[in-house]
């Protein structure tokens, strides 16, 4: 994959070729892996507050949406053109009228707006490889987590055959040594699920 499509993987830009063909190929699949790493999580807390980052085109939203009936879950999009294609998803804009689902354009390192200790669940597929630097966003996901809360983000092997200035975090080793000096109590490297393009990796971390 040359380096416009990578960067464009890493968040789509409205208007633009590349920026189509890499939402056409993110949204391709109907989002299998990510809704499978939805089905394995366990989450038992009542009405829980989640946060999501990098949503792309919603599959796994939809899913926790469904699968957990959220107080409140915050998508964090930095893509306009991914953000349109949700706020105009017909179930997607009914919870945003009742205020349980907010998405933001911000920066996933920076996230004020969601209080210390507030969130049951960080879950982001197919994010982590562009979060740079690391540490800021680790250190931003542990602020808002609940003691008890847990971060799950999705990997897959393919990242490390993309390009590497793009695709910065692809050493899952390296990625859970991060969390751990982020303050994550936990932080695992789960057995490996799906095949073919669906594989994927789940690195689960927790707060104590
Ligand atoms: C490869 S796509 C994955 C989309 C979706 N999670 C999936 O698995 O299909 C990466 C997504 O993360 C978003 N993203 C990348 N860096 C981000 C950041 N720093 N803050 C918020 N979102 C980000 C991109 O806009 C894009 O939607």
């Keep these: 994959m040359g380096a416009s499509l990578a960067k464009q993987m890493r968040s789509p830009e409205p208007g633009t070729c590349m920026g189509w063909m890499a939402q056409k190929i993110m949204s391709s699949g109907s989002g299998v892996d990510s809704v499978d790493a939805v089905s394995v999580l366990k989450l038992e807390v009542e009405a829980p507050t989640i946060v999501e980052l990098g949503p792309g085109a919603g599959y796994a939203m939809r899913s926790m949406i469904s699968s957990f ?27 945003i009228e009742k205020k349980v689902l907010s998405l933001h354009g911000d920066d996933a390192k920076d996230l004020g707006f969601i209080p210390d200790n507030s969130v049951d669940l960080i879950f982001a597929h197919n994010v982590i490889y562009f979060l ?41 080793d390296v990625c859970l040594e991060e ?27 927790t707060k104590k």
């Design 132 to 172: 740079d630097p690391l540490d800021v966003y680790l250190k931003e996901a542990y602020r808002i987590l609940k003691p008890g809360g847990q971060a799950v983000f999705g990997v897959k092997q393919v990242a490390q055959a993309m390009d590497q200035s793009i695709y910065i975090n692809t050493d899952w």
């Design 69 to 95: 009936s959220p107080s409140r879950f915050y998508g964090i999009e930095i893509s306009d053109a991914f953000r349109k294609g949700l706020s105009e998803d017909a179930e997607l804009k009914e919870l």
């Design 179 to 205: 969390m751990k000096k982020a303050g994550f109590e936990t932080a695992e490297q789960k057995e490996p699920r799906l095949e073919g393009a669906a594989a994927y990796i789940p690195l689960v971390c």
